[in-house]
């Protein structure tokens, strides 16, 4: 080979990988920066986590029991990030505060076997409890309950998401957390 066709062969080799490094770069560049990773997500995000939803709980089979009941108040939170590009679902946490009827909390307590609740043990306690709401959330709550809690509710069925709940029938108030599974 001579000298000329070495030097060729080697400059176009040379330009070729530079090519290739270019593009490389841009992929790169292009992947690494994600549309859903915005501030107007984020800041999406942080708005509809803030809000006090008023509307029924849809759908009423994740909170069984409950009757025909007065009003609601609940949140959610993300668990993960949803302005992520990363693949698979973002998970999200519920809280909610629920007026019953007198007739629905005594159904309640009586069909689920609530019981006076005291916190336990760190391996035995639910999820959350009231004491754990969220500010928005907090003020709804009665101002001393008499919380009941039933393990048979929580793990009752259709039980699409982790559930915890607890019952005041005094104040027919119900305070609930859903996780999804």
Do not use: N
């Not at 490389?24 to 809000?51: F, L, N, Q």
């Not at 009757?67 to 679902?89: F, K, M, N, T, V």
């Amino acid at each position: 080979m001579t000298r000329r066709a070495l030097v060729a062969v080697l400059g176009g080799s040379a330009a070729l990988l530079l090519v290739v490094v270019g593009c490389v770069g841009a992929v790169i560049r292009a992947v690494g920066h994600e549309p859903g990773d915005t501030p107007g997500c984020r800041e999406s995000v942080r708005a509809e986590e803030a809000k006090v939803h008023t509307k029924r709980w849809d759908p009423p089979g994740e909170l069984p029991g409950l009757g025909d009941y007065l009003e609601i108040h609940w949140q959610l939170r993300a668990s993960g990030d949803p302005c992520s590009r990363a693949p698979g679902p973002t998970d999200w946490a519920y809280q909610g505060v629920v007026r019953l009827r007198p007739a629905d909390a005594r159904t309640l307590a009586q069909r689920y076997d609530f019981v006076p609740y005291a916190p336990a043990e760190p391996d035995q306690a639910p999820l959350a409890s009231p004491a754990d709401a969220w500010p928005a959330l907090a003020p709804i709550l009665p101002a001393a309950p008499r919380w009941l809690h039933s393990r048979a509710y929580d793990e009752a069925t259709p039980s699409t998401r982790g559930r915890t709940a607890f019952l005041d029938v005094e104040h027919l108030t119900f305070f609930f957390t859903l996780h999804d599974r």
